[in-house]
């Protein structure tokens, strides 16, 4: 008898906890996970149509056409193929969440299909961890890069940030934010891209009754973080007056890339120090414990690594890289590239790169 008591008692604490079940994982989860929600801006002018090709599946060939191949090896997709002269082009980037969307539309409205790629990320930040990778066709067929991180969404038909402009072409809405609720808050960021001629610029101005850049949240009344938001620019146009982080004019040659140690931080070799010559001595440890890297150019200026890499070879190949390492910038050590900066990537204030290097290899 006693045995059946306990029995029940443990069947009927069971079945108590296992009903309060789903009340217990709501409150752990809200208290855990950071949430994110502010001002989305929309647009209303609809969904530019696109048609999916493929999708990402980690293995093997995803699209095969007339035009180009794209294959994925593990997390990397490789886009290939020639532009009009028959010169050879490849892009190459990375996604890091469950897969990949890829579509094709004339963004631009010039008579060739251009190349859309969706790919979700798998941050804490959701649907503002999304990657989306824009490859447009210039009227020579070669492929020009874009790319962006922030909230993109899938239609039925498209993505709704891609709506069709009333001036022809599309117009591309990245709503992004900076900052976490944890640490000083989150600011959330709208800014709007106009597709044309094979090019993406920004929008800055009222567009279908919406002033851009928006900027809501944390920092929306801070003048230095809109300065920030102000200079970021995901430009592929040579936007001159935009806060220049170097290497505005193709006469800039590429001369090496590494580490710049302070010179106080380098005596003489064998030389030994007095305590007095020791304590006159200035080390920035910061600037060490980094190992700060930068694109080091003729006129002794200095780049950090940009968002898109394009490196156009003096036999006509082009080869894109998107979120380039370190390593892929060996074979500006092979030659002579002149360099151009093409739009700003701020992360936030301080904070900035180019957005697109392009290196031309000059003809010996």
Not at 101 to 106: C, T
Request: with cysteine; glycine share 10%.
């Amino acid at each position: 008898m006693r045995k059946f008591s306990v029995c029940t008692f443990f069947i009927i604490f069971l079945s108590i906890a296992f009903m309060f079940q789903p009340c217990f994982a709501q409150t752990s989860t809200t208290g855990t996970r950071p949430t994110f929600q502010g001002n989305l801006v929309r647009l209303n002018n609809g969904v530019f149509p696109l048609v999916k090709v493929a999708e990402c599946d980690r293995q093997g060939s995803a699209y095969e056409s007339a035009d180009f191949n794209i294959y994925i090896r593990g997390s990397v997709l490789s886009i290939q193929g020639r532009d009009l002269s028959g010169n050879a082009w490849t892009a190459e980037t990375s996604f890091s969440g469950p897969g990949c969307k890829i579509f094709q539309a004339d963004l631009d409205v010039n008579g060739r299909q251009d190349l859309i790629i969706f790919a979700p990320g798998i941050g804490s930040r959701g649907l503002y961890d999304t990657h989306l990778t824009m490859l447009l066709f210039d009227a020579a067929g070669k492929p020009v890069p874009w790319s962006a991180t922030g909230y993109f969404s899938l239609t039925s038909n498209g993505i709704a940030e891609i709506s069709p402009s009333p001036s022809g072409g599309a117009v591309v809405l990245h709503n992004y934010i900076v900052g976490h609720p944890s640490w000083g808050g989150v600011s959330y960021i709208a800014r709007l891209y106009k597709v044309a001629n094979a090019e993406i610029s920004t929008v800055e101005s009222v567009y279908s009754g919406t002033a851009f850049p928006v900027i809501t949240g944390a920092r929306a009344s801070d003048p230095t973080f809109q300065k920030a938001v102000g200079e970021k620019s995901l430009s592929t146009v040579d936007d001159s007056q935009k806060a220049a982080t170097g290497a505005q004019t193709p006469s800039l040659h590429f001369v090496r890339y590494g580490t710049e140690i302070p010179a106080a931080a380098k005596p003489p070799s064998g030389t030994i120090l007095t305590p007095e010559q020791g304590a006159g001595i200035t080390i920035d440890m910061s600037a060490l414990n980094a190992g700060v890297e930068h694109l080091i150019l003729s006129d002794g200026s200095k780049l950090d690594l940009p968002t898109v890499l394009i490196l156009d070879s003096a036999n006509g190949a082009r080869r894109i890289v998107f979120s380039p390492e370190s390593r892929d910038l060996t074979q500006l050590e092979n030659g002579s590239y002149s360099i151009q900066q093409l739009g700003t990537d701020c992360l936030d204030v301080g904070d900035c790169r180019p957005f697109i290097l392009r290196a031309v290899e000059q003809s010996q």
